[in-house]
């Protein structure tokens, strides 16, 4: 009798998920795996543009495949980080899989049709140990790259940094005197000890409102004062 699987895919950008970069190798994948295995594909389930830290039961996808298996049904993925990142993610998922079948990768690493294979399990805790390691040196590196930019007076984001405007080059800073205006005044407020909530409020009626024109927020205030001083263009104050 031929066995059932499942095939469970996950991409976890918004741009992936419109162009289907990475579904379709996956699903390829995973494919050959079942007809090699033997497997009768019952399904085939996705998340796009979903994060690998994103619990199993707020995915959609995830959630679907595990109620399309019936007992005895394996979970295919083309690699085990496609279920997540963060260990405790990939416990998550493994709990609601194995109550009806194994969870098995394409790629063969850390999965068997032996739940109780202590190689595969400790395989599969190595691999799920070293694609969390692998996404926390790829935040780390993005931080101090960001940080190198701010250090320069550089742009991060298409999002400007309030009290500055975008150079000729598009890349460098410059302050933009109407906001820097606000900005002083700001810090003026804070210096005196006045809450948020009420640096806000002042700087309403004094005339003083926010980028698009309106009354300013205390979150938005907040925000700006607790930012990290642009270096190149604050010298640290």
Request: proline letters at 3%; hydrophobic letters at 35%.
């Amino acid at each position: 009798m031929c066995k059932r699987a499942v095939i469970y895919l996950r991409v976890s950008t918004e741009e992936q998920a419109q162009s289907g970069l990475g579904l379709e190798a996956q699903e390829r994948a995973c494919r050959e795996f079942c007809e090699k295995s033997n497997f009768k594909v019952a399904g085939v389930f996705r998340d796009e543009g979903v994060s690998g830290r994103i619990r199993p039961e707020e995915r959609e996808g995830f959630m679907s495949a595990a109620a399309a298996m019936k007992r005895g049904d394996a979970l295919v993925v083309a690699k085990r980080d496609r279920l997540a990142r963060d260990r405790e993610v990939v416990v998550a998922v493994e709990r609601i899989v194995r109550l009806k079948g194994p969870l098995l990768s394409a790629s063969g690493e850390g999965t068997s049709l032996d739940s109780n294979d202590p190689f595969a399990t400790l395989f599969s805790h190595m691999i799920d140990a070293f694609s969390q390691f692998e996404r926390g040196m790829i935040s780390h590196r993005t931080k101090a790259a960001l940080q190198s930019k701010r250090s320069k007076g550089q742009r991060v984001s298409h999002q400007l940094p309030y009290g500055y405007k975008a150079g000729a080059d598009g890349i460098h800073l410059e302050p933009c005197k109407k906001e820097q205006k606000t900005l002083l005044r700001m810090r003026q407020l804070r210096a005196k000890g006045l809450p948020y909530r009420e640096i806000a409020c002042a700087l309403t009626k004094e005339g003083l409102l926010n980028r698009e024109g309106k009354p300013w927020q205390h979150v938005s205030v907040h925000r700006i004062l607790i930012r990290k001083a642009i270096a190149a263009l604050e010298n640290g104050n």
